[in-house]
């Protein structure tokens, strides 16, 4: 980064001056692309279509992030718009509880030092670096006022937090007072980014890592886990940890969401400071009941892995968990899981493997949860499922030598 001294800003409550305190200003300009080193992601979430997208709305979103630095920029993206998008006004500060601000803390974002942006149907694009340093585990509030919207929306559906909206350009306000909406789904907001040293990791998943029976509102997902551990690590080179995560999500072909192979680039490959993907896709490939054989699916892992390596990153292969009590469980499906599993365990094609199946698994019927951690469906982990997938990852298989972002 460049810049010149700037004056100190007014003092605010000792947490927002901890967390979003003032630094030196830069005159790095937003991009279209992503910003090189020293910028690092520390929160994601992948972007979908979701539904009629309307004008004039204030959305005040909700994010955790997981590693700190100066420097904070956002990515806003109209990946799934049809028409221009006009973000009349942005704003970031510290959440307080529900959708009230910090006081003091709401800043004033900028995208090539304008107030507002226009993205094209397609286009995504960063703010400029914020002054002040963002501290890890912050609640970030970032308020976006949408003035011209149509269309379809882009944004994370499932979000498991609780953001907020409501009508007319509300984004400057600290009080919670216009924000009577309250929405489970994060809005034109799909990564943020910091300056720092240490690294991060994708992790590249369906509904599992996107948190679902993980409770809401207290970030507990596999991913949250993992950027905890991560924080408390000292020296780590690897602390940031970006959630992309679609509920539905499949390898090989589009459904809830574009699949893996198609959405690789912008919800993975294109993160500042990525240095290892974790691969834990399959199972709704699996339950398709389309076919899927362990051939093909692991096909469509070689080309995801070939193209991480292709970009400089390392690639943790997770095994797939078993299913068996869900209703499209069959025992054709968990025959080509375990296939799948072995070819992970034995292949060499990823730099590490995740045995999430071994962790997760009854050692009474293999092809089912254990019951503690079964979040009652039979396919998805509960809390304490969650810790113990991110409690079995061995850290050093996440420094990937030679791999940047």
């Given at each position: 980064?460049?810049?010149?001294?700037?004056?100190?800003?007014?003092?605010?409550?000792?947490?927002a001056?901890?967390?979003?305190?003032?630094?030196?200003?830069?005159?790095?300009?937003?991009?279209?692309?992503?910003?090189?080193?020293p910028?690092v992601v520390?929160?994601?979430?992948?972007?979908?279509?979701?539904?009629?997208?309307?004008?004039?709305?204030?959305?005040?979103?909700?994010?955790?992030?997981?590693?700190g630095?100066?420097?904070?920029?956002?990515?806003?993206?109209?990946?799934?718009?049809?028409?221009?998008?006009?973000?009349?006004s942005?704003?970031?500060?510290?959440?307080?509880?529900?959708?009230r601000?910090?006081?003091?803390?709401?800043?004033?974002?900028?995208?090539?030092?304008?107030?507002?942006v226009t993205?094209?149907?397609?286009?995504?694009?960063?703010?400029?670096?914020?002054?002040?340093?963002?501290?890890?585990?912050?609640?970030?509030?970032?308020?976006?006022?949408?003035?011209?919207a149509?269309?379809?929306?882009?944004?994370?559906g499932?979000a498991?937090?609780?953001?907020?909206?409501?009508?007319?350009?509300?984004?400057?306000?600290?009080?919670d007072?216009?924000?009577?909406?309250?929405?489970g789904?994060?809005?034109y907001?799909?990564?943020?980014?910091?300056?720092?040293?240490?690294?991060?990791?994708?992790?590249?998943?369906?509904?599992?890592?996107?948190g679902?029976?993980?409770?809401?509102?207290?970030?507990?997902?596999?991913?949250d886990?993992?950027?905890?551990?991560?924080?408390?690590?000292?020296?780590?080179?690897?602390?940031?940890?970006?959630?992309a995560?679609?509920?539905?999500?499949?390898?090989?072909?589009?459904?809830a969401?574009?699949?893996?192979?198609?959405?690789?680039?912008?919800?993975?490959?294109?993160?500042?400071?990525?240095?290892?993907?974790?691969?834990?896709?399959?199972?709704?490939?699996?339950?398709?009941?389309?076919?899927v054989?362990?051939?093909?699916?692991?096909?469509g892992?070689?080309?995801?892995?070939?193209?991480?390596?292709?970009?400089?990153?390392?690639?943790?292969?997770?095994?797939?968990?078993?299913?068996?009590?869900?209703?499209?469980?069959?025992?054709?499906?968990?025959?080509?899981?375990?296939?799948?599993?072995?070819w992970?365990?034995t292949?060499?094609?990823?730099?590490?493997?995740?045995?999430?199946?071994?962790?997760?698994r009854?050692?009474?019927?293999?092809?089912?949860?254990?019951?503690t951690f079964?979040?009652?469906?039979?396919?998805?982990?509960?809390?304490?499922?969650?810790?113990?997938?991110?409690?079995?990852?061995?850290?050093?298989?996440?420094?990937c030598?030679?791999?940047?972002?």
């Amino acid at each position: 980064m460049s810049g010149a001294a700037h004056r100190a800003l007014i003092a605010v409550v000792a947490l927002a001056a901890t967390v979003l305190a003032p630094a030196h200003a830069t005159s790095s300009a937003a991009a279209a692309t992503p910003v090189a080193d020293p910028s690092v992601v520390t929160w994601a979430a992948s972007a979908d279509r979701l539904g009629e997208a309307p004008s004039d709305r204030s959305y005040r979103l909700v994010v955790r992030t997981s590693v700190g630095g100066s420097g904070m920029r956002i990515r806003v993206s109209n990946a799934f718009g049809d028409r221009p998008l006009v973000i009349g006004s942005a704003y970031v500060g510290l959440r307080k509880s529900g959708a009230r601000l910090v006081t003091g803390s709401n800043r004033k974002l900028r995208f090539d030092r304008a107030a507002s942006v226009t993205l094209a149907p397609g286009e995504i694009r960063y703010s400029d670096p914020l002054p002040g340093r963002t501290e890890a585990g912050s609640d970030l509030a970032v308020s976006l006022y949408v003035r011209t919207a149509g269309g379809p929306a882009t944004g994370h559906g499932m979000a498991l937090q609780t953001s907020y909206a409501t009508a007319g350009d509300h984004a400057v306000e600290e009080r919670d007072g216009a924000y009577t909406d309250r929405i489970g789904s994060w809005f034109y907001l799909d990564a943020v980014s910091v300056d720092t040293g240490p690294g991060a990791v994708v992790t590249l998943g369906d509904s599992i890592t996107d948190g679902w029976q993980s409770t809401t509102d207290k970030n507990l997902r596999w991913p949250d886990f993992l950027a905890r551990r991560l924080h408390g690590t000292p020296g780590s080179t690897v602390q940031g940890v970006a959630n992309a995560g679609i509920s539905g999500n499949q390898v090989l072909v589009d459904g809830a969401g574009q699949s893996a192979l198609a959405r690789l680039d912008r919800d993975v490959l294109s993160l500042p400071g990525v240095r290892t993907v974790v691969l834990f896709e399959g199972v709704n490939d699996l339950k398709s009941h389309s076919g899927v054989t362990a051939a093909s699916l692991t096909a469509g892992y070689r080309r995801i892995i070939d193209r991480a390596h292709a970009a400089g990153k390392c690639v943790v292969g997770a095994t797939v968990l078993p299913y068996q009590g869900w209703s499209e469980w069959d025992p054709q499906g968990d025959a080509v899981r375990m296939e799948v599993n072995e070819w992970i365990r034995t292949s060499g094609a990823v730099d590490a493997v995740a045995d999430f199946d071994k962790v997760l698994r009854s050692p009474y019927n293999p092809q089912r949860l254990l019951p503690t951690f079964d979040g009652g469906d039979h396919l998805h982990p509960n809390d304490k499922g969650m810790q113990a997938m991110a409690d079995s990852i061995d850290l050093g298989d996440l420094e990937c030598d030679g791999a940047s972002g």
